[in-house]
């Protein structure tokens, strides 16, 4: 039980570190965050305002092919997949026009006699 509780103390005396310096702490920060998994180097702070660099382009580059090869299939595929439905319902409003055509013929008819 000793050797638990020494882990848990210097895990709690770890954590509970008051850093000395502004520079001290953000890279205490860095290295400890749990969500972080890059180094205090690769981050861009708001000191730091580069430029669009080539790189960064690079590695835009998959994310925007994925983008343009989903919306080809949007516009192309899906129109295509459902072109029967799209039939099945302009013939639908077609039966319905050429009912409501034959219910005025016949009123009309009735009204004439």
Same mark, same amino acid.
């Given at each position: 039980m000793d050797s638990a509780?020494?882990?848990?103390?210097? +895990?709690?005396?770890k954590?509970?570190?008051?850093? +000395?310096?502004?520079?001290?702490?953000?890279?205490?920060?860095?290295v400890g965050s749990v969500l972080s998994a890059g180094?205090?180097?690769s981050k861009v702070t708001v000191k730091e305002d580069r430029g669009v660099t080539c790189s960064d382009i690079r590695a835009?580059?998959?994310?925007?092919?994925?983008?343009?090869?989903?919306?080809?299939? +949007?516009?192309?595929?899906?129109?295509?997949?459902?072109?029967?439905?799209?039939k099945q319902l302009q013939a639908v409003r077609e039966l319905e026009?050429?009912?409501?055509?034959?219910?005025?013929?016949?009123l009309e008819l009735q009204n004439q006699t």
């Open positions: 509780s020494t882990v848990g103390d210097s +895990m709690n005396r954590s509970s570190r008051v850093p +000395m310096s502004d520079e001290e702490g953000q890279r205490a920060l860095d180094s205090a180097k835009i580059l998959p994310t925007a092919f994925i983008l343009l090869f989903t919306l080809f299939i +949007m516009v192309t595929v899906i129109p295509y997949a459902f072109s029967s439905v799209i026009a050429a009912k409501e055509a034959e219910l005025a013929a016949q």
